[in-house]
């Protein structure tokens, strides 16, 4: 066991700062309030918090667009107030990561801005992706690839002698030009912005689009250049996972390694990783790369015992030998919530879809390595599915022509207390709007109400990091699968903690006699009813 490498089976909440909490009344969650919530994620057992990007930014994708990567937009708060957070975290024992958005910045950094007002070939427009186009007089993009949001990865600018003049490379939106990492300058000023936070406390980053930063040299063609657009997946072999980006990752693992030496503090590397196959994603926890790459086919696995199986197997295999650990996430800011994707998509999430979620979520928490909750997750959110078009912000949206709602019916304000909007998300006024209106039906997740009620999600929660954290077999360490009937995943952790989760609708006889250590939900001794989880210790 590697007890004293805090991230190895750590619990982190990714906050995601607009729709958290909002101190003051303008309907957008900031810092100062991520600052006032965090008792409450002390008292849920959360190991840290991921911080979703609070940069000045225009937000084009709220945040993921950053404008200037050393601080603060006015309207999360200032670096004051950031201090002051990091301060209050690190009293209570919650270690902070920050989003760090390597792969693009914002149209309107200062650098981006440069880049337009000088003429093609200088040093200016060298940190990004300027290409001529191709076609009588340049008119068509440089090649053929398409961007993930919709839409071509080439925009064409306007030359300060007011002529049409080149393109430039963006694989999510306009407003979202790429770095171009075969430029030092970009390299450097990277280093910067790291030893930046690291100097300010943080315990480590988040890495946005880690199988990024460079593209193929001479930019060719792409067999098919409509994928990362149909799946919303990095799969451009030209344009994602260069062998060159390990090379950033290893110059950045000895930046957190220098800053270790000095005080002895961990500091972490989580990669937002999609690579094609197992193989690939392994490559980028290798002991000197990042510590850590997010797991995603658990959160792409349909609600199937063999499905889940299958994906745990091949996550176990996968990390097997590379010195790290799996990272978990059932839900994050990108995904339709688990209540919703595992029920029927009723408004309020039906029963089933809870039961199901709340299965996944003990599953998940047995599992060996370390795990993300995504804020509401511990209260059971269901998907908010049925926002009206003219509130819609997510960019997917806009450059799909209105075709597809993805990504904002999850990341409505969270509901904190009372039975209307704004439910104590914001303090403001009566009558504040949160950003993205809260159906009625948050009342009856409200944080107040889930406190208050032993039965309810956030207990669960709070129950299995309990447990987690007191019991050596669970966290790290190794996974014993158990032969059980059809429909029925067992593992046994250690010695002897069994987790069962049975993904039928019908009963089925327990592994274990006796009385559950917990469960998802209503388990007599003996017996797994449908849609649950529990955790035994076996005592025979
Ligand atoms: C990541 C983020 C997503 C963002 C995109 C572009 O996938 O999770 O929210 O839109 O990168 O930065």
Request: net charge negative; glycine share 10%.
């Amino acid at each position: 066991m590697n007890r004293h490498h805090w991230w190895r089976d750590a619990v982190i909440y990714q906050v995601y700062v607009r729709s958290f909490l909002d101190s003051t009344g303008d309907g957008i969650g900031d810092l100062a309030g991520v600052r006032a919530g965090l008792p409450y994620l002390k008292k849920l057992g959360v190991d840290g918090i991921w911080l979703s990007p609070f940069y000045p930014s225009p937000q084009h994708d709220h945040g993921y667009d950053v404008a200037d990567y050393c601080d603060v937009d006015p309207v999360f708060g200032d670096l004051t107030e950031f201090d002051l957070l990091v301060g209050a975290a690190r009293r209570l024992g919650i270690k902070v990561l920050l989003d760090i958005v390597p792969n693009h910045c914002s149209s309107e950094h200062p650098w981006f801005r440069e880049a337009l007002a000088a003429p093609p070939g200088s040093p200016e427009r060298a940190r990004f992706h300027f290409a001529d186009g191709r076609g009588a007089d340049g008119a068509e993009p440089p090649n053929n690839w398409h961007a993930m949001f919709g839409g071509p990865a080439w925009t064409r600018v306007t030359e300060p002698d007011g002529r049409p003049g080149q393109w430039y490379l963006h694989m999510f939106t306009p407003e979202q030009p790429d770095w171009n990492w075969r430029e030092p300058q970009v390299a450097a000023e990277f280093d910067r912005i790291l030893r930046f936070w690291l100097d300010r406390g943080v315990d480590g980053f988040r890495i946005d689009v880690a199988a990024g930063l460079f593209k193929h040299p001479e930019l060719p063609d792409s067999p098919d250049p409509q994928a990362d657009a149909r799946t919303r997946d990095s799969v451009n072999p030209l344009a994602w996972n260069q062998p060159e980006v390990h090379d950033v990752w290893r110059h950045w693992r000895a930046v957190c390694e220098e800053y270790t030496a000095r005080d002895g503090r961990e500091r972490l590397l989580v990669g937002e990783v999609s690579v094609p196959t197992a193989r690939e994603h392994a490559r980028y926890v290798r002991p000197d790369e990042l510590h850590q790459a997010f797991f995603f086919d658990l959160l792409g696995a349909p609600w199937d015992a063999d499905a889940f199986r299958k994906v745990i197997s091949e996550a176990m295999q996968d990390i097997a030998g590379t010195g790290s650990t799996v990272t978990w996430v059932l839900n994050n800011h990108d995904q339709v919530r688990t209540v919703t994707r595992y029920g029927e998509p009723t408004p309020q999430g039906s029963g089933l879809g809870t039961a199901r979620a709340r299965a996944a979520a003990l599953l998940m928490l047995a599992l060996p390595g370390a795990a993300y909750i995504y804020q509401g997750e511990e209260l059971g959110l269901p998907e908010v599915v049925d926002l009206p078009d003219d509130v819609l912000t997510d960019p997917i949206f806009r450059r799909t022509g209105s075709r597809e709602r993805i990504r904002d019916g999850c990341r409505v304000p969270l509901p904190w207390s009372g039975q209307t909007s704004p439910f104590g998300f914001t303090s403001g006024a009566e009558g504040a709007k949160p950003w993205l209106p809260q159906p009625e039906w948050f009342a009856e997740h409200a944080t107040d109400r889930a406190l208050a009620d032993t039965r309810s999600f956030w207990h669960l929660y709070r129950d299995g990091l309990q447990l987690r954290a007191a019991l050596p077999q669970l966290g790290e360490g190794s996974l014993r699968p158990l032969d059980t009937q059809p429909g029925v995943l067992a593992f046994v952790r250690g010695d002897d903690l069994v987790c069962a989760v049975n993904f039928g609708t019908a009963p089925v006889p327990a592994p274990v006699p006796g009385t559950p250590l917990l469960a998802s939900g209503p388990c007599p001794p003996g017996v797994l009813p449908g849609s649950t989880a529990a955790w035994w210790i076996d005592g025979s």
